[in-house]
């Protein structure tokens, strides 16, 4: 039996409680500088344009499947002094974290 894509997983989980992610998002200047110090930057689109275009499409999939995606903006000088506070290399993992960070802090200042 196949494992199921992250798309079912979601679309599964939707139909027992909401769930709400969040979206790294740039701004062109923004991408450009964080890509410019990442230690993966083979993790990033070629362009910003080929990014934006695979950042909209994951995130309209997330919403068709009933997962409310949050753009998350990257400030390179928030994220990078999170990065020295928490001792982590701006990497994919890094990134993610920080973004959920964010998220659950705007989360909690709301609920």
């Known amino acids: 039996m196949r494992k199921p894509t992250l798309y079912q997983s ?9 769930l709400v992610i969040g979206v790294t998002w740039y701004t062109a200047e923004t991408w450009a500088q964080v890509k410019a ?9 070629e362009s910003f344009e080929k ?5 909209v499409a994951a995130r309209r999939n997330f919403q068709r499947s009933g997962v409310l995606a949050l753009e998350c903006q990257i400030v390179p000088e928030e994220f990078f002094a999170w ?26 200042a709301t609920a």
């Open 37 to 45: 110090s990442a230690t993966d930057p083979e993790c990033f689109e």
């Open 51 to 55: 990014w934006k275009a695979m950042a």
């Open 83 to 108: 990065c020295a506070q928490n001792n982590q290399e701006n990497n994919s993992t890094a990134r993610g974290e920080f973004v959920s960070e964010k998220l659950s802090a705007a989360h909690a």
């Open 10 to 18: 979601l679309k599964a989980k939707r139909r027992s409680k909401s």
